[in-house]
């Protein structure tokens, strides 16, 4: 198996599987799935947050790890194990260790709008006074990336021969999060 492994990691063009171009299209879901099938994951470009969008978010994420330790931890609540706000160091620890990890991360998740049931299941993002424009760079960002993965999710879908938009109603309005990281 080893033998069969790239020795770097493909990198994709999100612009192909989007231009409207059949053979771009179809040659992004053959690279895409023959990656997933031999390493198991990709690099992936124009995602549709540009560098603007993305100094703003490494900014502001930047600004809030700055805060001192009693200003980050004001947004950290226990009852949420994790799932959303600020996690402090130490929490988290790798698998078959007892020592926690020397990070520290941010969950923001899930906003869902109108009245799907689900919305009573998400907690609401915790969103630091102290960075104003956090929220809406990570909200962008969340939203970005989410529709990316949406795109990858159709792309997958066609290359295992399904519908294109097979998996578009099992992922509306979806558990995931965006978590920026500091170590």
Do not use: C
């Not at 895409?32 to 978010?57: C, M, P, R, V, W």
Request: net charge negative.
């Amino acid at each position: 198996m080893a033998d069969n492994l790239p020795d770097y990691i493909p990198s994709l063009d999100l612009a192909d599987f989007r231009s409207g171009d059949p053979a771009r299209k179809a040659q992004f879901v053959k690279e895409l799935g023959d990656a997933y099938q031999s390493i198991g994951f990709i690099a992936l470009k124009n995602h549709g947050l540009n560098a603007e969008e993305t100094k703003a978010l490494y900014a502001d994420v930047q600004e809030f790890f700055q805060l001192p330790d009693p200003a980050k931890q004001a947004y950290e609540v226990p009852e949420l194990a994790g799932q959303r706000g600020y996690i402090s160091k130490g929490k988290e620890h790798a698998k078959g260790r007892n020592t926690g990890d020397l990070k520290e991360f941010y969950h923001v998740g899930q906003e869902v709008a109108g009245e799907d049931p689900v919305k009573d299941q998400y907690p609401a993002n915790i969103w630091p006074q102290e960075v104003p424009r956090f929220a809406q760079s990570t909200m962008k960002a969340y939203r970005t990336l989410e529709s990316a993965g949406q795109d990858v999710l159709r792309a997958i879908a066609l290359y295992l021969e399904l519908p294109e938009n097979y998996f578009d109603d099992k992922v509306v309005n979806g558990n995931s999060i965006l978590r920026p990281i500091h170590y």
